[in-house]
């Protein structure tokens, strides 16, 4: 364990941190079908927040309900929304934080959550609940109406694997990536110090993260974070296309914030959850502005590679 390590983190995964070796030349194949691998043949966030999406999918109301908007659906999809967040992020919280089942195992902070004035409520879990749930599921919500609406009117182009397979699947590789680029930009835009401090300083409250602080933002950010969903305007969709996009970036937000590597199986094995490159924009905010689907950290030298010498690099 090298001396970063032993300063810095309670649990320090493997480094340097890897990018998608899709965006490497010259291409290694064999990197890029384990990374392929790991995300979708494995029990993965990414594999979750499809299960997610198609149990939702299944208990919607059928599309066509969208056609003329009522209160009751508008509601219903509030409600799936507020119980995706009560047990995603409520269930982690209690595992990791209330029951603490894991003790420090794969935790990456030594510290447990923090409590101070500068959260609402003075408590930093109350806090990143009222954010999460008051703005961040009324916006999210917001936003999952009109795209659904938007469907079920023809204002999205339709596509469905009988007729399209090799495309309807190759989509939802291309969310995840185009997700990956919208973070860095919109993420980009909310560090310079006007949208900082009067937007994206209360996600940054959380220095030491856990699973509620995955959506705890500011409106604005909430607006501006989810809008990545409007590319379904420009692409053909399908309804589970557009489901699978939100809970990638709501579950997907609530696991990678969590605080610790993974569920602990044995010894040797672990189901991953937290994502550690997000964990040291959290620490050291100016670097690690996008995820490692897309190198643009790289590009823009804003990447922290979790690495002793990278972390006394960017500090100079
Ligand atoms: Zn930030
Ligand atoms: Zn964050």
Same mark, same amino acid.
């Given at each position: 364990?090298?001396?970063?390590?032993?300063?810095?983190?309670?649990?320090?995964?493997?480094?340097?941190?890897?990018?998608?070796?899709?965006?490497?030349?010259?291409?290694?194949?064999?990197?890029?079908?384990?990374?392929?691998?790991?995300?979708?043949?494995?029990?993965?966030?990414?594999?979750?927040?499809?299960?997610?999406?198609?149990?939702?999918?299944?208990?919607?109301?059928?599309?066509?309900?969208?056609?003329?908007?009522?209160?009751?659906?508008?509601?219903?999809?509030?409600?799936?929304?507020?119980?995706?967040?009560?047990?995603?992020?409520?269930?982690?919280?209690?595992?990791?934080?209330?029951?603490?089942?894991?003790?420090?195992?794969?935790?990456?902070?030594?510290?447990?959550?923090?409590?101070?004035?500068?959260?609402?409520?003075? %408590?930093?879990?109350?806090?990143?609940?009222?954010?999460?749930?008051?703005?961040?599921?009324?916006?999210?919500?917001?936003?999952?109406?009109?795209?659904?609406?938007?469907?079920?009117?023809?204002?999205?182009? %339709?596509?469905?694997?009988?007729?399209?397979?090799?495309?309807?699947?190759?989509?939802?590789?291309?969310?995840?990536?185009?997700?990956?680029?919208?973070?860095?930009?919109?993420?980009?835009? +909310?560090?310079?110090?006007?949208?900082?401090?009067?937007?994206? *300083?209360?996600?940054?409250?959380?220095?030491?993260?856990?699973?509620?602080?995955?959506?705890?933002? *500011?409106?604005?950010?909430?607006?501006?974070?989810?809008?990545?969903?409007?590319?379904?305007?420009?692409?053909?969709?399908?309804?589970?296309?557009?489901?699978?996009?939100?809970?990638?970036?709501?579950?997907?937000?609530?696991?990678?914030?969590?605080?610790?590597?993974?569920?602990?199986?044995? %010894?040797?094995?672990?189901?991953? +959850?937290?994502?550690?490159?997000?964990?040291?924009?959290?620490?050291?905010?100016?670097?690690?502005?996008?995820?490692?689907?897309?190198?643009?950290?790289?590009?823009?030298?804003?990447?922290?590679?979790?690495?002793?010498?990278?972390?006394? %690099?960017?500090?100079?």
């Amino acid at each position: 364990m090298d001396e970063f390590k032993k300063q810095e983190w309670n649990y320090n995964p493997k480094t340097p941190i890897e990018n998608n070796p899709l965006f490497s030349f010259p291409f290694i194949p064999k990197k890029i079908i384990k990374w392929y691998a790991d995300m979708w043949a494995s029990f993965s966030e990414t594999v979750f927040c499809l299960i997610v999406s198609i149990i939702y999918l299944s208990l919607l109301p059928p599309i066509v309900i969208f056609n003329n908007l009522n209160f009751n659906t508008i509601l219903t999809i509030y409600l799936f929304n507020i119980t995706i967040m009560l047990v995603v992020a409520g269930g982690l919280h209690l595992f990791f934080y209330t029951l603490r089942k894991q003790d420090a195992k794969l935790k990456y902070d030594s510290r447990r959550v923090t409590n101070s004035k500068k959260f609402t409520f003075n %408590k930093q879990v109350l806090d990143n609940m009222f954010w999460s749930l008051a703005s961040g599921v009324t916006i999210w919500t917001f936003y999952q109406i009109l795209l659904l609406w938007s469907y079920s009117n023809g204002l999205i182009s %339709k596509i469905s694997f009988g007729v399209n397979p090799f495309l309807f699947l190759t989509l939802f590789l291309l969310i995840i990536l185009f997700e990956s680029i919208h973070f860095y930009f919109a993420h980009r835009l +909310l560090h310079f110090q006007f949208f900082y401090k009067f937007f994206h *300083h209360i996600h940054h409250r959380n220095i030491n993260p856990g699973p509620w602080s995955g959506i705890s933002m *500011h409106p604005f950010e909430h607006l501006l974070y989810f809008s990545t969903v409007l590319i379904h305007f420009f692409i053909p969709s399908h309804p589970i296309h557009i489901l699978f996009h939100f809970m990638i970036i709501t579950i997907g937000a609530v696991i990678g914030h969590c605080g610790f590597d993974g569920f602990l199986i044995n %010894k040797k094995n672990k189901i991953a +959850l937290g994502h550690f490159h997000h964990q040291l924009h959290h620490r050291y905010f100016e670097c690690n502005y996008g995820t490692t689907e897309t190198p643009i950290d790289v590009w823009f030298n804003s990447f922290h590679d979790g690495t002793f010498d990278t972390n006394k %690099k960017l500090k100079n």
